[in-house]
């Protein structure tokens, strides 16, 4: 089985900062696509931002220069690092990764289990 978790939200005043920190465990043998996906309340879940293998990345219009995704391949970790926060990213972010693992040898889908961002003054 794979797990991600994620790690790095909470409470930050408008205008700050936080990284999100999501880790992949279990029997991998590579992972393609990461990503942040977030969503609130009566809402669906939205991009927010997606990195390949291969390091390309693209982002929701919403957070473009404000938000950074990165990884960390050797340690199976997807980062996103958002600064100048709105009260407006106020949401549960989940992680997101492309798996292929030895029993199927296909690209499989996993998320964790979402951590809480909450901007406000």
């Known amino acids: 089985q794979v797990q991600l978790v994620e790690s790095g939200g909470g409470l930050v005043q408008p205008g700050g900062s936080l990284r999100l920190s999501c880790a992949a465990s279990?029997?991998?043998?590579?992972?393609?696509?990461m990503g942040w996906y977030r969503q609130a309340p009566v809402k669906q879940r939205e991009l927010v931002a997606t990195i390949s293998s291969g390091g390309i990345t693209n982002y929701a219009d919403s957070v473009k220069g404000r938000f950074t995704i990165s990884r960390e391949n050797g340690k199976n970790t997807v980062y996103l690092q958002m600064n100048s926060l709105k009260p407006e990213d106020t949401d549960v972010y989940y992680c997101n990764a492309g798996v292929i693992t030895p029993s199927s040898w296909r690209v499989a889908d996993y998320w964790g289990q979402g951590t809480q961002v909450t901007v406000s003054s």
């Open positions: 279990g029997i991998i043998v590579s992972i393609n696509r």
